[in-house]
């Protein structure tokens, strides 16, 4: 099965500065840049840097870090960018009060493939679900809702499915834009 075709944008300076636009009303921002790093290897250059952005969304404070590394290349006296890399640095989301007295429910054996497959285990303790293959190294469970969770420390969302009966059968980890079906084999 091929990949489907990325799409590639190249843009002159004209033609970005159109892509260019203002923010909406009740829309504001600062972005600051930390820790800028920029290394020459003759006619090409690595540039570092973290963006610090905080944005107000209709009287709501967000807060988001990127990372980003741009290479140039020296040709005829002049910088040219060739490439740039910007990711999202992951940060745990702040947890939603939920009811939590189905959660004794989810806990329990979880197994993602075939026997033998890999084990993960939803435990509870002191009122709180923790992800994971063993208890020691298990995640807490960070609550969006009564079985959706984001899981402490990573970039990944576990849904936990029931059946039409109510019963939990599974979870899914919301990963990399794809979702992992890890079906539940025992109940603690």
């Known amino acids: 099965m091929r ?21 909406r009303k009740g829309f504001s ?5 930390r820790h800028l790093t920029v290394r020459t290897f003759g006619a090409a250059a690595s540039v570092h840097y973290w963006i610090d952005e905080h944005e107000n969304v209709l009287g709501q404070k967000l807060h988001t ?15 040219k960018m060739i490439a740039a890399q910007v990711t999202v640095v992951p940060a745990d989301l702040k947890p939603v009060a939920v009811d939590t007295s ?27 679900l923790y992800w994971g293959s063993d208890e020691r190294s298990a995640k807490r469970l960070i609550p969006l809702s009564p079985l959706v969770f984001f899981v402490q ?13 109510g019963h939990v059968t599974e979870a899914l980890e919301l990963h990399k834009y ?3 079906e890890i079906r539940r084999i025992a109940r603690t």
């Open 3 to 23: 990949a489907p075709p990325v799409p590639v944008w190249i843009y002159g300076k004209a033609g970005f500065l159109d892509t260019l636009t203002g923010l």
């Open 102 to 128: 189905g959660w004794p429910r989810l806990a329990g054996v979880y197994r993602l493939g075939g026997e033998p497959g890999l084990l993960y285990h939803a435990y509870l303790r002191d009122g709180t």
């Open 65 to 79: 870090l990127y990372v980003e590394t741009d290479t140039y290349r020296r040709e005829r006296g002049t910088w």
């Open 178 to 180: 794809n979702e992992i």
């Open 153 to 165: 420390g990573s970039i990944h969302i576990l849904v936990f499915v029931r059946d039409p009966a």
């Open 29 to 33: 921002g600062a972005i600051r840049i």
